[in-house]
């Protein structure tokens, strides 16, 4: 490896941090790193991103966590960048303009320098008065308000003619807006390792891959990024689950069918007929608490089930927060639009009765007075919430009365093992009657949904 | 190590352009990378973006032979890799001449009763090669095994042959439509390269190449309108094939200028279900309008 020393401990670390953020990239990917590194050369930093992209990366959506951890290690320059230390936006409002007058061309360099500019002039906190100061990409946004320049820059871009595209435009600059954003974070992102250290920075700062992000945490964007990756994985868990349907098919010799056709050959058994079980397609429940913190999450797996229609026989999903009801066809005809479905059942289904605090104990109950026969002996039934009861009476009666009927019972719950129990959960008493599984991401319902789901 | 077929990145670009592949930046440092560290390529992303005109196009520019695999549910090791001549044996052991069994049993399992399938044929040639494993998730969990010997050594192990090692190394392109995790070993032996839909000048340089003949005012339309579509959350987004699909149609049409109608009547080639061309009428604001004319 003729690579410098620096350069090999560098990759190394970046390695590493691509791992603590869940690329699994071994020994053999750094080397093949390495390698590429010295077929490219250094000479263009966007080479040198794609072709470590190229060793190291091993799937899609692993690539925005790939590109934020590429530009803390091999950032794009040191301190403020070159632009401003000369004629530079001195203040605020020049910047604004030179802002609109580079988001009006899509001007892609000269957005990336007032991104460096903005965070230098505009995203200081602290510094000079010891350790804790820093760079940050929200104060930088809060300031600039870069959002408010969209009615100025479409009035500099607007053609004389109305042509139809024009009504693109307003969206096309939103986006321009929402990419220089991203650059604000990155620029902030590579600031703030100057002062603390790039390992602290990637550890914290890099947002983790969508499959990743915990339920109970994800912002309104990271939702949004969830949804989207419903259409493969659904694929993804369709193709798992008729894989191990054939599997099961396959094995046990059906001894009367062998013989019948073994007359054909003489008495020879030479073809093996094998007994099919019949392809049973199970029908599935859903009971999902909709309440603020972990609608994110029943929606998500709503949405879920709901792609994977075809693998089940009959679906029916049921939402309550302190009261139940049946949301069956919010959910079929809501995966139009998702975004709103949250919204629409808690408007147009009878979920909410008083404050909006979700009452386990008092939706089980109705649950089981109204609904009871939605569930039979091939139903499997997955309740999805926090099993925290605002300090009401669990109601075990109901949940025992539910096993009791349905083929399985599974609770998923978006939050941590270690936190089941605490304060108002009644996570375990839940958990001593139903198998109850912690189920934070995306990837762990995936997981999930194959493991739980009967062949 | 490496096939040789490039002298560096741009040279990829300039190239692949030249048999009509415009290559982004991230496609061609890829395609360089796997000519020059002799690793496979692992292709994914989503339908129509041109995983297999990747290959094809490499095919052509360096007069390598293209040699395909077409993988499907069920395929085994005697169509991916090689097979006996049955019948060709069965006959030649009945014309059998006076030999002894050893000397007939050496003959039969010569190179005269093989069937190469692709695997084999692009391992055992002299001439450059360009091997495409196509939709390489539709192949059962047992193939990628045999793919595992084939893409990490270039050798294949024939019982009755020996071991058949490349004598020129082929440039392995592997696509895959993710609808099936491929096993990490499989991974870790490629590059990995994921195409996304082209960015906007990209896109307006396919458009222009592939519909020669289109005005430069609407094939920026067209692009754009295809950029907003994708934004919106569409059940199945519009991919270049179909970028280009339309910009051929609207020239047939005759249609100079994009407007709600010629949109409207059209939008058909671009999405193809129904809810996706309601979505998209809705967030296009195609009937507002219309209403309001």
């Known amino acids: ?112 320098q007032l991104a460096g500019i903005a965070v230098e002039m505009l995203g200081q906190y602290g510094i000079g008065s010891g350790p804790g100061g820093g760079y940050s990409a929200h104060q930088t946004l809060d300031r600039l308000q870069p959002q408010t320049l969209i009615a100025r820059v479409l009035a500099a871009m607007r053609a004389p003619a109305d042509d139809f595209t024009d009504r693109l435009t307003r969206d096309e600059i939103r986006r321009r807006v929402e990419d ?159 975004e709103q479905l949250g919204a629409r059942m808690l408007s147009e289904a009878a979920v909410v009765r008083w404050d909006g605090h979700s009452d386990y104990g008092g939706a089980l109950a109705q649950f089981t007075s109204r609904w009871l026969d939605a569930i039979g002996p091939r139903t499997s039934v997955l309740i999805l919430g926090d099993a925290r009861t605002n300090g009401g009476d669990p109601n075990l009666d109901a949940v025992r009365a539910i096993r009791a009927r349905a083929r399985h019972v599974h609770w998923l719950n978006p939050e941590r093992t270690a936190l089941w129990g605490t304060g108002d959960s009644a996570a375990l008493d839940y958990a001593e009657l139903v198998e109850m599984h912690e189920c934070r991401t995306a990837q762990q319902l995936g997981v999930l949904v194959t493991r739980l789901l009967p062949a | 190590m490496g096939t040789g077929f490039f002298t560096s990145v741009e040279d990829v670009s300039a190239q692949l352009a030249k048999v009509g592949y415009l290559a982004s930046t991230p496609v061609a440092t890829t395609v360089f990378l796997a000519d020059r560290l002799g690793k496979p390529l692992l292709v994914e992303g989503p339908a129509g973006v041109g995983k297999t005109a990747l290959a094809t196009a490499v095919a052509e520019v360096t007069g390598s032979r293209l040699v395909r695999l077409q993988c499907y549910e069920g395929i085994d090791e005697a169509r991916a890799l090689y097979e006996w001549n049955h019948a060709k044996q069965l006959l030649r052991i009945t014309a059998g001449r006076d030999e002894t069994w050893d000397e007939a049993r050496t003959d039969i399992f010569g190179e005269e009763f093989l069937l190469r399938r692709p695997l084999l044929t692009a391992i055992s040639g002299t001439e450059p090669t360009v091997l495409l494993i196509d939709e390489t998730d539709k192949a059962d969990v047992e193939i990628e095994g045999l793919l595992l010997e084939v893409l990490g050594d270039f050798q294949v192990t024939v019982p009755e042959l020996g071991t058949i090692t490349a004598t020129q190394q082929p440039f392995a392109v592997l696509t895959s439509n993710a609808t099936r995790e491929l096993s990490e070993a499989l991974r870790r032996r490629c590059l990995f390269l994921h195409i996304d839909f082209p960015d906007e000048d990209l896109e307006r340089e396919i458009v222009r190449l592939k519909v020669p003949g289109i005005e430069d005012a609407l094939a920026d339309s067209v692009v754009r309108v295809i950029a907003a579509l994708r934004a919106m959350d569409l059940r199945k987004l519009p991919s270049v094939a179909e970028t280009v699909d339309w910009a051929r149609t609207l020239l047939e049409l005759g249609a100079g200028t994009l407007d709600e109608r010629v949109v409207r009547d059209s939008l058909g080639v671009v999405l193809k279900h129904q809810d996706d061309i309601a979505k998209a009428g809705a967030g296009l604001k195609l009937d507002q309008v219309l209403d309001a004319s």
């Open chain 1, 180 to 338: 220089f954003r991203g650059k604000v974070r990155t620029e902030a992102r590579r600031r703030a390792a100057e002062l603390r250290g790039r390992s602290r920075i990637a550890q914290h700062a890099v947002a983790p891959a969508a499959d990743r992000v915990d339920f109970l945490l994800a912002s309104r964007s990271q939702l949004a990024e969830l949804r989207r990756t419903i259409q493969p994985l659904s694929r993804k868990l369709a193709t798992r689950l008729a894989a191990r349907r054939k599997r099961a098919s396959r094995g046990q010799i059906d001894l009367r069918r062998t013989l019948r056709r073994s007359l054909s050959t003489g008495g020879v058994p030479l073809r093996p007929a094998y007994r099919h079980r019949r392809p049973g397609r199970p029908e599935i429940v859903l009971l999902c608490d909709l309440s603020g913190s972990v609608a994110g999450f029943a929606n998500f797996t709503m949405l879920l089930v709901q792609a994977l229609r075809d693998q089940f026989s009959k679906i029916r999903v049921f939402g309550f927060v302190d009261s139940t009801d049946e949301v069956t066809h919010l959910v079929d005809t809501g995966a139009a639009d998702p």
């Open chain 1, 1 to 112: 490896m003729t690579a410098a020393p620096g350069l090999t401990g560098r990759l190394a670390e970046f390695v590493r941090a691509l791992r603590a953020h869940g690329i699994p990239a071994g020994p053999g990917e750094t080397a093949d790193a390495a390698a590429a590194l010295e077929v490219l050369g250094l000479d263009d930093r966007e080479l040198v991103r794609e072709g470590l992209a190229a060793a190291l990366v091993r799937r899609g959506g692993q690539r925005s966590v790939f590109d934020a951890t590429f530009d803390l290690y091999f950032p794009s320059g040191i301190g403020v960048p070159e632009l401003a230390r000369e004629n530079a936006p001195q203040d605020r409002d020049e910047l604004r303009d030179a802002l609109a007058a580079a988001l009006a061309q899509g001007d892609e360099p000269a957005l990336d």
